[in-house]
Each structure stands twice: as structure tokens, then as C-alpha cells.
């Protein structure tokens, strides 16, 4: 069980205000949750491969294919606003041209 010392020092370090109800209510649920987290530490995983996932997860690639790429004509079809081969956008900083 945590002593109020140790809650009033992790309210602290979390930047909390807990006023003396919050720290007594603070108190019993840390206490609760690292009781919990003892008894998942107390379970037996040597012989549990470590893993990313909690399910089997299968990532397909692609080939590594070199393909020929969009012309610039190709790539700027349909843009609402260009200048050139740019593409023109609205400004979001204040004080830029657009």
C-alpha cells in the first residue's frame, strides 16, 4: 500500500492538486493498481516467445519494382491553382502571400 507521502509526491511530479479526499481516494486505487500489476508480474513467461502483437499479424510487401513515374503534366492534372509546375496553395501563416 502506498503511504499519502508517496501519493502527494506522485500528484506533485504529475503537476496534480488533489485536495485531502482526492488524496485519500488516490491513495487506495494506486495501491490496488500496483497490487495488480505485482500479480502480472508474478506470472511465469519463460517459456512465452516475446512478441509485437497480441494476435498473429501478417504485413504483406510489395515488390521492390522500379516503374516509371507520373510526367509533371500527369501529377499537376487536376490541381485547382498552379503556377507552372507548382502547385499553388492557400497561405496558412499570417502574413504570406498566397
Known amino acids: ?3 499519502r507521502k508517496e501519493v502527494e509526491e506522485i500528484a506533485f511530479l504529475a503537476r496534480l492538486h488533489l485536495d485531502d479526499d482526492e488524496l485519500e481516494k488516490m491513495q487506495g486505487e494506486l495501491g490496488a493498481m500496483l497490487e495488480h500489476f505485482g500479480v502480472i508480474a508474478g506470472v511465469d513467461t519463460t517459456d512465452i516467445p516475446p512478441m509485437t502483437h497480441a494476435v498473429p499479424l501478417e504485413l504483406p510487401m510489395r515488390l521492390d519494382v522500379v516503374m516509371p513515374s507520373l510526367t509533371t503534366e500527369e501529377a499537376l492534372t ?17 502574413g504570406t502571400e498566397s
Open 78 to 94: 487536376g490541381t485547382p491553382r498552379r503556377d507552372g509546375d507548382l502547385i499553388v496553395v492557400p497561405a496558412i501563416i499570417v
Open 1 to 3: 500500500m502506498l503511504t
